[in-house]
């Protein structure tokens, strides 16, 4: 009997770690998803570091804000539409690109309230220089 349970626990346990191995690979993002989180990721710390360093108007700061927590609800839809499009290999194409023509015009449109937030401060010198070089920065691995 006690053979029989230790065979039974290895079995449950060898299960178990085989299982969390699967789901690690199939929750792994997809690269592009990846970048995309590391570049809003950057956008957030560069925030941070200007309301810290009130580098910035706070009406500037308060729209970064709002435009960052927009690209912050994009990468789950564009995660499930790349792996739909993968799995729907045999199925027509279009079903796929309605979604991401969506998906890709609201992202557009949220890097382009981004671009033009940046060129409003620059041009009143509502941020420091430094500050708008790093947004600068991040618009430009946004694109």
Do not use: C
Request: charged residues 30%.
């Amino acid at each position: 009997m006690h053979r029989n349970a230790n065979v039974a626990i290895t079995l449950i346990v060898t299960l178990g770690v085989v299982f969390i191995f699967a789901l690690v690979d199939f929750m792994e993002a997809h690269p592009l998803v990846d970048e995309f989180n590391d570049a809003v990721l950057m956008l957030d710390k560069t925030i941070d570091e200007a309301v810290f360093h009130k580098a910035a108007h706070p009406a500037f700061i308060a729209d970064l804000q709002e435009i960052a927590e927009d690209l912050r609800g994009l990468p789950i839809p564009l995660e499930s539409l790349l792996m739909s499009a993968a799995n729907r290999k045999n199925e027509s194409w279009s079903k796929t690109q309605i979604p991401m023509n969506r998906l890709m015009d609201r992202y557009d449109d949220t890097v382009r309230m981004l671009e033009d937030a940046i060129r409003k401060a620059d041009d009143n010198k509502k941020a420091d220089p430094k500050f708008l070089t790093d947004l600068k920065s991040i618009l430009t691995d946004l694109r």
